[in-house]
């Protein structure tokens, strides 16, 4: 599966952002959808997962109660709603699949979007 993530830009502190990963072919219903960014100079971390329907969700402690994950797999997209955004969220953002919803091993990876929050 291609993935392809949109939806990055600069915003103010307190704003809010809705990233979007369209997904290519039609299996993407049976893709655990996830998200994950990389502030400059640190690591890749996790942001939240979706499972196949949506029915599970999960996110980090970071991002809990301030962002939303959904899908719509009738438009093999998956969404990011980011609200409440802080500078600390800067980052590259980048949605990933995987056939499992409790590995930490993602198959595929979007290219990444840019989300930068000022303060």
């Known amino acids: 599966v291609q993935l392809q993530a949109s939806g990055g830009g600069l915003v103010q502190a307190g704003g809010s952002l809705r990233l979007s990963c369209a997904a290519s072919g039609r299996t993407f219903s049976r893709y655990v959808m996830g998200w994950f960014r990389q502030a400059p100079g640190k690591e890749r971390e996790f942001v939240a997962r979706?499972?196949?329907?949506?029915?599970?969700?999960y996110y980090a402690d970071s991002v809990k109660g301030r962002f939303t994950i959904s899908r719509d797999n009738a438009k093999n997209t998956v969404y990011l709603q980011m609200s409440s955004l802080k500078p600390e969220d800067t980052a590259v953002y980048y949605c990933?699949?995987?056939?499992?919803?409790?590995?930490?091993?993602?198959?595929?990876w979007g290219q990444g979007t840019l989300v930068t929050v000022s303060s």
């Open positions: 990933a699949a995987t056939t499992s919803y409790f590995t930490e091993n993602y198959d595929y």
């Open positions: 979706i499972s196949w329907s949506g029915e599970m969700l």
